[in-house]
């Protein structure tokens, strides 16, 4: 990775040309670079540099990545909508969508506040991050900003180095990490041990140096035992020492490992031009130096998910000592050091067209989907800590299907996450699963070197929701609840439909008569429904009733005393947003916040935030259904203590046919100072239901409102609704 701050822009251009050979994209890199230096000519960093060095730095880091231009002028411009006179529309007109919508994406991030005071609290914020962040370059953005300000960090004052470092370690270093980017994921760490623990750190660089002559000794020794012995064989090769960084030795001491027990202190790295000779290289050392058991990691026939490949041995070498040594090919290396970023460039081998490479790209960038849907199945905060803690970090599992190829699942994996790796129609119509030759139920957990065989039925029904309980991924999570979502919708449109056309014919209305034109668009803007599908899927999912819909067009002419009287009692508003400070998203300040629609959160109901990619974060009760199996994409929220907004709900009253009791419920509306927002009467042949939607002030006042209905005369039930 480019450590070097550099402070002119022919250093940039000469980077990127390196590999962008397109004049025109150099061209826009050019005419970014004046826009930004305009905008920022006279203005200081803390440092004393101008500040266009921290943009022109930040680019130049993700040179060293290869990214595509306009990632580049994107970086570049990474910080200018500060400027409030700078706009987003403005940067499109001049630089196009694309990267005005990767600097509206970084300058979206870096306007919250990542606080990561304990562990919940970052998980939390790493799933905002990433979520929040429609495409990955704006990450690779924020990783590069990042390490440019820790670089420059001593600048500040020693409370703000230390939150910084805090939140690089528990939050953009993770993931780097998960993204492959191994020299960004390193230099952040080291930096980060540098200003968070000081003297652990420079106590760990005091023991490494009284050491370094010594195992640079050994180092230069083994290198050349191992070069002799790949000569004798010709195999050309490449070896280089590899300095551990200090961040992995804290790890490992942090963990209760003494000094003189680290294996990779001395570490050698081999490179070689094929994948057969990884292997040769590794039969030729293991022939010469005993292998250390269980120090044996075969990364190339089972790739790690973020991509890394390589041979990881290690063997007792010279003198006794311990070497770790790594085995890869030049593109192997390339893949480990730069991550998914290996495969963002438009310059793809093999790639014959664009059509080629847009499909190469799709197929490399699976994995980024997968770190999108943040694979957890938590119900609290410490279950959510684990299983983040299995994403990112534990131990993860190889099985193999019945031809030998082997798929990396996390440790507990069962069947089912199995069968939705291997493709999504294998598990939609999986029926059965053997394993090792023996019938297994779904539930059984994989164990490491597994031979998974997965039974299908084209006649299959497909997945239950039980299955929801089994599957450890959020990837075999995902396709089971799409499958469920897409058979639902069907089933809701067939029984909408069935269940109209039947009260139709009850009430002896011919339906072609019914549904015209012109009563189809009344019923769509009345209920604000997009087509005549979502109408039958509405009815199908009991959220409305045919009773609801022909009473609606039969009366909607009408203006009966009791709707007089409704008028006169409903306010004009029809939403109420929370004021900023109402709702409170631990250790984040600046997000936007709505209140759901369907379960109509109020002060002092229990909450949980639901993140919406593009819209923030919406409030949902806690044990709302529209988000019971979403435990991926929910955070923390309370209420402020102090709020004086009310906030919309609504009830179901059920009562029997009089024409008071509607006028009696809008009395006890005032005597509770709630204000009505609408009312929807629902006929049937024994009751009539009141659907009532109004604003509270809290929790207390709607039991207070709805004990006060109870007892009204000829009232049934009360109900609160959630759609």
């Known amino acids: 990775m480019k450590s070097v701050n550099i402070t002119h822009y022919e250093d940039l251009y000469d980077a990127a040309k390196c590999y962008i050979t397109n004049k025109k994209e150099l061209n826009l890199l050019n005419e970014t670079y004046e826009y930004v230096s305009k905008k920022y000519f006279g203005i200081k960093r803390l440092t004393g540099d101008d500040f266009i060095v921290h943009p022109l730095n930040v680019a130049y880091i993700l040179t060293d990545l290869k990214v595509d231009v306009q990632t580049l002028c994107a970086a570049l411009l990474h910080e200018i909508l500060k400027d409030e006179k700078t706009t987003k529309e403005e940067i499109e007109k001049l630089f196009g969508n694309e990267i005005a919508d990767l600097v509206e994406g970084i300058d979206k991030i870096n306007r919250m506040s990542f606080s990561s005071e304990s562990e919940s609290m970052a998980n939390n914020n790493r799933k905002i991050l990433v979520g929040l962040s429609e495409d990955v370059r704006v990450i690779f953005i924020k990783l590069a900003d990042r390490l440019h300000n820790m670089r420059t960090i001593w600048v500040h004052p020693e409370t703000v180095q230390k939150e910084k470092a805090k939140e690089t370690l528990d939050i953009l270093a993770p993931i780097a990490h998960r993204l492959g980017i191994s020299k960004i994921k390193s230099e952040l760490e080291d930096l980060a041990l540098r200003y968070y623990k000081p003297d652990v750190y420079f106590s760990i660089v005091e023991s490494v140096n009284k050491t370094k002559k010594e195992r640079d000794s050994l ?87 973020n991509m890394y490949q390589s041979l990881h041995t290690t063997v007792i070498g010279i003198d006794g000592n311990f070497f770790e040594i790594q085995i890869r090919t030049y593109e192997m290396d390339y893949i480990a050091e730069k991550g998914i970023a290996a495969h963002w460039s438009y310059k793809e081998k093999g790639s014959g067209s664009k059509a080629n490479m847009v499909s190469t790209m799709e197929q490399k960038l699976q994995f980024f989907r997968a770190i999108m849907e943040l694979k957890e199945d938590a119900k609290n905060d410490e279950e959510m800590l684990d299983n983040l803690q299995n994403d990112f970090f534990n131990d993860t599992i190889y099985v193999f299907t019945p031809k030998g190829d082997a798929l990396e699942l996390a440790k507990g994996s069962t069947p089912i996450d199995f069968a939705y790796a291997v493709h999504t129609d294998v598990g939609n ?171 109509k959160p109020i ?121």
């Open 429 to 599: 119509k999986m029926v059965g699963a053997i394993v090792n030759g023996n019938i297994v139920s779904f539930d059984y957990e994989l164990q490491n070197n597994d031979v998974v065989k997965i039974n299908t039925n084209k006649n299959s029904i497909g997945p239950s929701a039980e299955w929801l309980k089994l599957a450890k991924s959020g990837q075999a999570r995902g396709k089971i609840k799409s499958f469920l979502n897409r058979v639902d919708r069907e089933n809701y449109l067939k029984n909408g439909q069935e269940l109209l056309s039947k009260e139709l014919r009850r009430k002896k209305i011919v339906f072609s008569d019914f549904l015209t034109t012109e009563n189809i668009d009344k019923i769509l803007s009345e209920f604000k429904l997009t087509d005549i599908n979502e109408l039958y899927i509405n009815i199908g999912s009991n959220k409305l009733t045919p009773i609801q819909i022909i009473h609606f067009i039969n009366n909607s002419d009408i203006n009966t005393k009791e709707e007089i009287i409704l008028k006169k009692s409903i306010i004009s508003n029809t939403n109420i947003k929370p004021n900023k400070n109402d709702i409170i998203v631990e250790g984040i300040d600046e997000i936007k916040v709505n209140v759901a629609s369907c379960c």
């Open 603 to 723: 002060p002092g109901d229990e909450i949980t935030g639901f993140i919406t990619k593009g819209y923030g974060i919406t409030i949902h009760k806690l044990d709302c259904p529209n988000v019971e199996n979403e435990d991926e994409r929910l955070i923390d929220v309370r209420w402020n203590d102090k709020i004086n907004q009310k906030y919309l709900t609504t009830l179901l009253i059920r009562c029997n046919p009089n024409n008071n009791v509607l006028l009696d419920i809008i009395a006890k509306t005032t005597s509770n100072d709630i204000n009505v927002n609408s009312i929807n009467t629902i006929n049937s042949d024994n009751n009539v239901l009141y659907e009532i939607t109004f604003n509270v002030i809290n929790v207390e006042r709607l039991h207070k409102f709805i004990r006060d209905i109870e007892l009204i005369n000829n009232v049934n039930s009360v109900e609160r609704i959630i759609k």
């Open 219 to 305: 180092i230069v020794e083994m290198i050349n035992t191992i070069a002799n012995i790949l000569e004798e064989n010709h195999i050309t090769a490449e070896i280089k020492g590899r300095a551990k960084s200090i961040y992995s030795i804290y790890k490992k001491l942090d963990k209760g490992k003494k000094f003189s027990d680290i294996y990779d202190l001395l570490a050698l790295r081999v490179y070689v031009e094929t994948k057969a000779e990884c292997y040769q290289v590794l039969g030729l050392i293991h022939a010469i130096y005993k292998p250390l058991p269980k120090r044996f990691k075969d990364y190339i026939a089972m790739p790690k998910p």
